[in-house]
């Protein structure tokens, strides 16, 4: 099994940055993917960014170039670099972990963090 806790999340004022944190611990070895996913009030949850335990990474085109997505394979840690954010980007952020591959694949997700922006 694997357990994400996210943490970082607050209030910021537009075009603020916030930086967000999720560590996984127990099998966390296995895990081949991490991201980020975030659900705003009323609203599907939707991608915000990826990375593989090779480094690739994906972004959605309403944060690419403001955001950024690391990650500590040794401590299973991935983070969210947020700059220059805007009201839009006001939503719980969650954490995801992807274990295998395919049909045999596991998906794991954090609590969430809330991130507002607002002035």
Known sequence: QVQLVESGGGLVQPGGSLRLSCAASG???SINV???YRQAPGKQRELV????STGITNYADSVRGRFTISRVITTSTVWLQMNSLKPEDTAVYFCNARVGV????LYY???GTQVTVSS
């Open 34 to 36: 991490m991201g980020w």
């Open 102 to 105: 395919s049909t045999s694949a």
């Open 27 to 29: 099998s966390r070895f």
């Open 49 to 52: 960014a990826t990375i593989t």
């Open 109 to 111: 997700w954090g609590q």
